[in-house]
């Protein structure tokens, strides 16, 4: 049986990328998933990502390298000195064969490299031409660099917005949030720009920056702001209008999450539950409103109740009401939660020569179906492959690998 990359709803769609990093990566393995030939092009000397240590996953993991193979999961890799005109001659062979050409280098350098949008989009008018950015296409900062701890989680307001008042530093993102959202969002404006190009014939400049995906993270913020207002930074768990949304400690220091936002819909029956029904008749929490204008009260009522029992206790006595709530979990527990296993959200990779590592699926299904996920290229590992495909000979390859063209 095929797997999901060969029969994938972009099976027949040529991907040259140039990009290093995570951000615009990501983005390629996306599309790489559900069957795009994504030809990875990287300097001589790598990628400067694979040289990352990183939470014991990258070069400092003792074996595959899972950072890289996240990123680059399914692709085919080319070494290559744009440098010289060898190289870059090279690339625009690749480029007469590609639908899309998928980069975040810095305009400047692609101007200096004749690979610009305009360029490009006039040699090649069929060419969908992405860019992933720190801050936009134009601006003063448009050519600052920009990685997602800058660009997303500090200028693009994130770590102001969930750091609580009393902390004297800005809370630390976890790795790569903001680029794995942006790939999310750059992916998607590829698959627009081949819909679009159905029906123009026509390829099309496609943006997303880092800058931008946190203000689309942060929108319900930005309503605010765009009103003239301050957001309001969330100082604790008993700030909000309704008790029955917010954390809960359990007896044993674990945390369970109420998200009853239909509170009269569930206050009777949540109260009956727990074993408390007598605070269904009491005044003071007759409905949202009473439950507001006595929210501490109330609050210190479910926190008395939720102290009582465990965390494993509320898991299997909440399973026994059709109402939203989650356990707080940590991300050991996460990857072998029932629901995580059920709907395949975390793949595994099956290695040629034996053994296997496993990496987070794409959030995407078709069919009901999660792709497969491929082990990522080695530096370099399809250079040969690639040009016989363009049509070099083996002689004229030897002549690149002398000229330094290619490793």
């Given at each position: 049986?095929?797997?999901?990359?060969?029969?994938?709803?972009?099976?027949?769609?040529?991907?040259?990328e140039l990009?290093?990093?995570?951000?615009?990566?990501?983005?390629?393995?996306?599309?790489?998933?559900?069957?795009?030939?994504?030809?990875?092009?990287?300097?001589?000397?790598?990628?400067?990502?694979?040289?990352?240590?990183?939470?014991?996953?990258?070069?400092?993991?003792?074996?595959?390298?899972?950072?890289?193979?996240?990123?680059?999961r399914?692709?085919?890799?080319?070494?290559?000195?744009?440098?010289?005109?060898?190289?870059?001659?090279?690339?625009?062979?690749?480029l007469?064969?590609?639908d899309?050409?998928?980069?975040?280098?810095?305009?400047?350098?692609?101007?200096?490299?004749?690979?610009?949008?305009?360029?490009?989009?006039?040699?090649?008018?069929?060419?969908?031409?992405?860019?992933?950015?720190?801050?936009?296409?134009?601006?003063?900062?448009?050519?600052?660099?920009?990685?997602?701890?800058?660009?997303?989680w500090?200028?693009?307001?994130?770590?102001?917005?969930?750091?609580?008042?009393?902390?004297?530093?800005?809370?630390s993102?976890?790795?790569?949030?903001?680029?794995?959202?942006?790939?999310?969002?750059?992916?998607?404006?590829i698959?627009?720009?081949?819909?679009?190009?159905?029906?123009?014939?026509?390829?099309?400049?496609?943006?997303?920056?880092?800058?931008?995906?946190?203000?689309?993270?942060?929108?319900?913020?930005?309503?605010?702001?765009?009103?003239?207002?301050?957001?309001?930074?969330?100082?604790?768990?008993?700030?909000?209008?309704?008790?029955?949304?917010?954390?809960?400690?359990?007896?044993?220091?674990?945390?369970?999450?109420?998200?009853?936002l239909?509170?009269?819909?569930?206050?009777?029956?949540?109260?009956?539950?727990?074993?408390?029904?007598?605070?269904?008749?009491?005044?003071?929490?007759?409905?949202?409103?009473?439950r507001?204008?006595?929210?501490?009260?109330?609050?210190?009522?479910?926190?008395?109740?939720?102290?009582?029992?465990?965390?494993?206790?509320?898991?299997?006595?909440?399973?026994?009401?059709?109402?939203?709530?989650?356990?707080?979990?940590?991300?050991?527990?996460?990857?072998?939660?029932?629901?995580?296993?059920?709907?395949?959200?975390?793949?595994?990779?099956?290695?040629?020569?034996?053994?296997?590592?496993?990496?987070?699926?794409?959030?995407?299904?078709?069919?009901?179906?999660?792709?497969?996920?491929?082990?990522?290229?080695?530096?370099?590992?399809?250079?040969?492959?690639?040009?016989?495909?363009?049509?070099?000979?083996?002689?004229?390859?030897?002549?690149?690998?002398?000229?330094?063209?290619?490793?």
């Amino acid at each position: 049986m095929e797997d999901s990359a060969s029969e994938g709803a972009f099976k027949g769609v040529r991907v040259v990328e140039l990009a290093q990093w995570v951000f615009v990566p990501v983005a390629g393995a996306l599309l790489a998933d559900w069957g795009a030939d994504v030809i990875r092009v990287e300097r001589p000397e790598g990628d400067p990502y694979r040289a990352l240590a990183t939470q014991g996953i990258g070069t400092d993991g003792g074996g595959v390298n899972l950072s890289v193979a996240l990123a680059n999961r399914g692709k085919r890799s080319v070494a290559l000195d744009l440098r010289g005109e060898q190289g870059k001659a090279i690339l625009h062979k690749m480029l007469e064969t590609a639908d899309v050409f998928l980069t975040n280098f810095r305009p400047g350098a692609l101007r200096r490299l004749g690979l610009d949008a305009d360029e490009l989009t006039r040699r090649y008018p069929r060419l969908v031409y992405a860019r992933g950015h720190g801050f936009g296409a134009r601006g003063p900062d448009a050519d600052h660099p920009g990685y997602d701890s800058s660009a997303f989680w500090a200028r693009g307001g994130m770590g102001y917005t969930l750091t609580p008042e009393e902390r004297e530093y800005p809370i630390s993102q976890r790795g790569a949030m903001g680029d794995r959202n942006g790939a999310m969002a750059l992916a998607f404006g590829i698959a627009a720009a081949l819909l679009g190009r159905t029906r123009t014939g026509r390829g099309t400049v496609v943006d997303v920056s880092l800058l931008a995906t946190a203000m689309w993270t942060l929108s319900s913020d930005l309503l605010v702001a765009l009103t003239g207002q301050a957001p309001r930074i969330s100082s604790g768990p008993g700030d909000g209008p309704n008790p029955l949304v917010g954390a809960y400690r359990t007896k044993d220091g674990r945390h369970i999450q109420l998200v009853f936002l239909e509170s009269d819909r569930y206050w009777a029956p949540f109260c009956e539950l727990i074993g408390r029904g007598d605070l269904v008749a009491d005044p003071r929490f007759a409905d949202l409103r009473a439950r507001g204008e006595n929210r501490v009260a109330c609050r210190a009522e479910l926190e008395a109740a939720f102290a009582t029992r465990t965390f494993e206790e509320w898991k299997d006595l909440l399973a026994g009401i059709d109402a939203p709530w989650a356990p707080v979990q940590s991300v050991l527990e996460l990857v072998d939660d029932p629901q995580v296993v059920a709907n395949g959200y975390v793949g595994e990779v099956r290695l040629d020569g034996g053994g296997s590592y496993r990496l987070p699926t794409v959030p995407v299904q078709f069919d009901s179906q999660p792709p497969v996920p491929r082990r990522a290229p080695e530096h370099g590992e399809h250079t040969e492959s690639v040009l016989l495909e363009l049509g070099y000979t083996w002689e004229e390859i030897a002549a690149l690998t002398e000229a330094g063209a290619i490793p």
